[in-house]
């Protein structure tokens, strides 16, 4: 944004209005993203409508994850919740009584930091990605300025950072199980 705030600054004439005029439109659209519920950002990062989050088949994820004795975690688990616990529930285990008491250690902090890093850069690519292809549609200088393969770029980046949004998410969910099963 530094680089598009440069050039709105050098530009002069009537080019350099415009350029102002939806700068501040874009960052306005991007501080509204803020807005955007988390629970669309999810279902976005991770595929899916229902049970987003990795909390929600936690169980799963420990079992694929060698850090893990999924013996000792279904045993310890035994007085939170039944074998055949719904994704909500593993979700509600997960959240109060294994995320929430570690949740300052450190490797923990540093995997949801990183999961929001890259959920929300996958959310403003794709925004900016549909701000150029509709501006590619309707303003003709804009239409000038990219090419047709060159708005491909927002859409790649954000399935890069959906997938390491994907990655640092379910990181995070076996990060706080193996830790958890330490104490």
Same mark, same amino acid.
Request: positive net charge; charged residues 15%.
């Given at each position: %944004?530094? #680089?598009?705030?440069?050039?709105?600054?050098?530009?002069?004439? !009537?080019?350099?209005?415009? *350029?102002?005029? !939806?700068?501040?439109?874009?960052?306005?659209?991007?501080?509204?993203?803020?807005?955007?519920? +988390?629970?669309?950002?999810?279902?976005? @990062?991770?595929?899916?409508?229902?049970?987003?989050?990795?909390?929600?088949?936690? %169980?799963? *994820?420990?079992?694929?994850?060698?850090?893990?004795? @999924?013996?000792?975690?279904?045993?310890?688990?035994?007085?939170?919740?039944?074998?055949?616990?719904?994704?909500?529930?593993?979700?509600?285990?997960?959240?109060?009584?294994?995320?929430?008491?570690?949740?300052?250690?450190? &490797?923990?902090?540093? +995997?949801?930091? +990183?999961?929001?890093? $890259?959920?929300?850069? %996958?959310?403003?690519?794709?925004?900016?990605?549909? &701000? *150029?292809?509709?501006?590619? @549609?309707? @303003?003709? $200088?804009?239409?000038?300025?990219? !090419?047709?393969?060159? *708005?491909?770029?927002?859409?790649?980046? +954000?399935? #890069?950072?959906?997938?390491?949004?994907?990655?640092?998410?379910?990181? %995070?969910?076996?990060?706080?199980?193996?830790? $958890?099963?330490?104490?």
């Amino acid at each position: %944004m530094g #680089a598009l705030l440069f050039l709105v600054h050098s530009t002069s004439g !009537e080019k350099g209005t415009i *350029l102002k005029r !939806e700068y501040y439109w874009y960052v306005g659209l991007i501080n509204r993203l803020r807005l955007l519920p +988390a629970s669309i950002k999810h279902q976005l @990062v991770y595929l899916r409508l229902n049970n987003a989050l990795p909390g929600h088949r936690f %169980m799963t *994820l420990a079992a694929n994850d060698q850090r893990i004795d @999924v013996s000792l975690l279904e045993q310890k688990m035994h007085s939170f919740m039944p074998p055949n616990a719904s994704a909500e529930q593993q979700n509600q285990v997960w959240y109060r009584h294994i995320y929430q008491p570690l949740q300052n250690d450190p &490797l923990i902090k540093d +995997a949801h930091k +990183a999961l929001l890093l $890259w959920r929300d850069s %996958m959310t403003v690519s794709l925004v900016t990605g549909l &701000l *150029l292809v509709i501006g590619g @549609v309707n @303003v003709p $200088w804009v239409a000038k300025i990219f !090419e047709h393969y060159s *708005l491909s770029v927002p859409f790649c980046f +954000a399935f #890069a950072c959906g997938l390491a949004a994907n990655n640092c998410g379910k990181r %995070m969910v076996t990060n706080t199980v193996a830790i $958890w099963l330490r104490h």
